[in-house]
């Protein structure tokens, strides 16, 4: 690699700036390309950086806590202190920019009153974050439990310490309140939606789909195979075989015009401990649906895992949100924007239904709820698109084939 600046790349679709959690290379070490540089707190996750080609680290520019930028340069490489900037290891702007600010904690006046929290001789091992937190928060580090690698003290696990600190001196007769501060991931998230809600005009349609033949198929198989694909699973390749028929559904929402994408990507929310991730099943509608099964398992578990990769999180075309193991039987999600709608499937239920004779049976039903945005599809588009699913979730045989 030439000599060059390494810029804080774009990790998500809505960064704007993120902190750097670990420098994984000291300057004068080499690293080849693939190898771990950098781990960084982006607004959806804490990822780790790989090197896109060989080099040399040969200055670090934004120390670890400290906050660049989307394109600020962050490190020089290959020991040229002021080379050619364009030399970049993102697809970022090449236009000069300011060196990377240094972000002050902001501290709450409750802790600055409090006496400032100080470590033991025994320095604990915890990110930079995370001790900015314990700081803010008046959190020991000592004593606490990492989850990040090599037992590494995190932020989060911070954040779940501090929740049992200081109740409200306001007043007493809610009792003792607790403030639980959101991460940055949590952050985002909440903006994120009081944008979705407050921008897209959405509306959303809802049918019954009859689940009786994929419940029996997923008994049938449960000691023929090694792993049966869930009915989530099943969702998802309904998804996107609808998608092919019904491209408008397939697109973004972007500077007041519908962009349609190529690829059919359907994302899958995940719920962690402290946000909602959405990794995307690539070409979900191309795969069998033994591999979407096998992917989604192990989107989830990496999810859980904080262990997506930026690509995973950011390339979803259409989102499947799934409550129905949690036995709820319908829900209205949010639009995952600049996604143009939602689906929201809720748990399969038995419904008794009649018959062609007149009688009464059970039949396994779920609810599914399509939020749509009413500037990329209409009412009589979205009622075409769920029925579409219906109709492929009713007869599997095709999903199947």
Same mark, same amino acid.
């Given at each position: 690699?030439?000599?060059?600046?390494?810029?804080?790349?774009?990790l998500?679709d809505?960064?704007?700036e993120?902190?750097?959690?670990?420098?994984?290379?000291?300057?004068?070490?080499?690293?080849?390309?693939?190898?771990?540089?950098?781990?960084?707190?982006?607004?959806?996750?804490?990822?780790?950086?790989?090197?896109e080609?060989?080099?040399?680290?040969?200055?670090?520019?934004?120390?670890e806590?400290?906050?660049?930028?989307l394109?600020?340069?962050?490190a020089?490489l290959d020991?040229d202190?002021?080379?050619?900037?364009?030399?970049?290891?993102?697809?970022?702007?090449?236009?000069a920019?300011?060196?990377?600010?240094?972000?002050?904690?902001r501290?709450p006046?409750?802790?600055?009153a409090?006496?400032?929290?100080?470590?033991? #001789?025994a320095?604990? /091992?915890a990110? $930079?974050?995370?001790r900015r937190?314990? &700081?803010?928060?008046?959190?020991?580090? @000592? =004593?606490?439990?990492g989850?990040?690698?090599?037992?590494?003290?995190?932020?989060?696990?911070?954040?779940?310490?501090?929740?049992?600190?200081?109740?409200?001196e306001?007043?007493?007769?809610?009792?003792?309140?607790?403030v639980?501060?959101?991460s940055?991931t949590?952050e985002?998230i909440?903006?994120r939606?009081?944008?979705?809600?407050?921008?897209?005009?959405?509306?959303?349609?809802?049918?019954?789909?009859?689940?009786?033949?994929?419940?029996?198929?997923?008994?049938?198989?449960?000691?023929?195979v090694?792993?049966?694909?869930?009915?989530?699973d099943?969702?998802v390749?309904?998804? #996107?075989a609808?998608? /092919?028929?019904? $491209?408008?559904?397939?697109s973004s929402? &972007?500077?007041?015009?519908s962009?349609? @994408? =190529?690829?059919?990507?359907?994302?899958?929310?995940?719920?962690?401990?402290d946000?909602l991730l959405?990794?995307?099943?690539?070409?979900?509608?191309?795969?069998?649906?033994?591999?979407?099964?096998?992917?989604?398992?192990?989107?989830?578990?990496?999810?859980?895992?904080?262990q997506?990769?930026?690509?995973?999180?950011?390339?979803?075309?259409?989102?499947?949100?799934?409550?129905?193991?949690?036995?709820?039987?319908?829900?209205?999600?949010?639009?995952?924007a600049?996604q143009?709608?939602?689906?929201?499937?809720?748990?399969v239920?038995?419904?008794?239904?009649?018959t062609?004779?007149?009688?009464?049976?059970? /039949?396994d039903v779920?609810t599914?709820?399509?939020t749509?945005?009413h500037?990329?599809?209409?009412?009589?588009?979205?009622?075409?698109?769920?029925?579409?699913?219906r109709?492929?979730?009713?007869?599997?045989?095709?999903l199947?084939?």
């Amino acid at each position: 690699m030439s000599a060059g600046v390494l810029r804080m790349p774009r990790l998500s679709d809505s960064m704007e700036e993120a902190t750097i959690v670990a420098w994984l290379k000291q300057p004068g070490e080499a690293f080849a390309r693939g190898e771990p540089l950098v781990e960084v707190e982006t607004d959806k996750a804490t990822v780790v950086y790989e090197a896109e080609a060989d080099g040399v680290l040969a200055e670090i520019l934004v120390s670890e806590g400290a906050t660049a930028a989307l394109g600020e340069p962050i490190a020089r490489l290959d020991g040229d202190r002021g080379g050619d900037e364009s030399q970049a290891m993102s697809e970022e702007p090449k236009a000069a920019v300011e060196p990377a600010r240094v972000a002050e904690p902001r501290v709450p006046a409750a802790a600055q009153a409090a006496p400032a929290y100080r470590e033991p #001789a025994a320095r604990a /091992r915890a990110t $930079p974050v995370a001790r900015r937190t314990a &700081v803010e928060l008046g959190v020991a580090l @000592h =004593g606490l439990t990492g989850t990040g690698p090599g037992g590494r003290i995190r932020q989060l696990d911070v954040l779940r310490a501090g929740r049992a600190a200081r109740p409200s001196e306001t007043s007493d007769l809610k009792g003792a309140t607790t403030v639980v501060p959101l991460s940055t991931t949590g952050e985002t998230i909440a903006r994120r939606m009081t944008q979705s809600r407050s921008e897209i005009p959405s509306f959303e349609v809802v049918v019954q789909a009859d689940m009786t033949t994929i419940v029996d198929l997923r008994k049938d198989a449960a000691d023929l195979v090694e792993t049966v694909p869930s009915v989530n699973d099943f969702v998802v390749k309904a998804v #996107a075989a609808a998608l /092919r028929d019904y $491209p408008a559904f397939n697109s973004s929402f &972007v500077d007041g015009r519908s962009e349609r @994408h =190529g690829r059919v990507n359907v994302g899958v929310a995940v719920a962690t401990e402290d946000a909602l991730l959405v990794p995307a099943v690539m070409d979900a509608d191309a795969k069998p649906l033994a591999i979407i099964a096998a992917e989604t398992r192990d989107l989830v578990a990496r999810a859980r895992g904080r262990q997506l990769t930026p690509d995973e999180l950011t390339a979803s075309t259409f989102t499947v949100s799934n409550l129905g193991m949690f036995d709820v039987r319908s829900f209205t999600a949010v639009i995952n924007a600049p996604q143009v709608a939602i689906l929201a499937v809720g748990a399969v239920a038995r419904t008794p239904a009649e018959t062609d004779t007149g009688g009464v049976t059970f /039949r396994d039903v779920a609810t599914l709820t399509l939020t749509s945005d009413h500037r990329a599809v209409y009412g009589a588009d979205a009622a075409r698109f769920l029925g579409r699913i219906r109709q492929l979730l009713e007869h599997p045989l095709a999903l199947l084939l």
